[in-house]
Nanobody, 125 residues
Framework: EVQLVESGGGLVQIGESLRLSCAAS????????ISWFRQAPGKEREAVSC????????FVADSVKGRFFISPANAKTTVNLQMNRLNSEDTAVYYC??????????????????WGQGTQVTVSS
């Protein structure tokens, strides 16, 4: 089974940067996607960014475009999310999600079978 281990969350001030990492293992298919979602208190889980290992295609949500950047590492089974110019609206629990057998970066969380435990990102003033 696919397992995901997240790291890199924490407390930062407005305007600062953080880098999240998601290390995946257990893929049995050549096609897989690794995505980042986030969920703020009282809000629905939101797709932030995604990497498709099959073709290198990436998705970045409009709300973070130009500030967040996703990149693969370690034969594409690790995905890093570089988050720059953080603001209070970025405060949330960030979850790594993955699926295999296809190469679609869905924004619907229900399309992903595998999830990490989540890592808290808090942006304070």
């Amino acid at each position: 089974e696919v397992q995901l281990v997240e790291s890199g969350g924490g407390l930062v001030q407005i305007g600062e940067s953080l880098r999240l990492s998601c290390a995946a293992s257990g893929f049995t298919e050549d096609d897989f996607v690794i995505s980042w979602f986030r969920q703020a208190p009282g809000k629905e889980r939101e797709a932030v960014s995604c990497f498709s290992a099959s073709d290198g295609w990436t998705f970045v949500a409009d709300s973070v475009k130009g500030r967040f950047f996703i990149s693969p590492a370690n034969a594409k089974t690790t995905v890093n999310l570089q988050m720059n110019r953080l603001n209070s609206e970025d405060t949330a629990v960030y979850y790594c999600a993955a699926d295999e057998g296809h190469f679609n970066c869905y924004t619907d969380a229900s399309k992903f079978r595998y999830w990490g435990q989540g890592t808290q990102v808090t942006v304070s003033s």
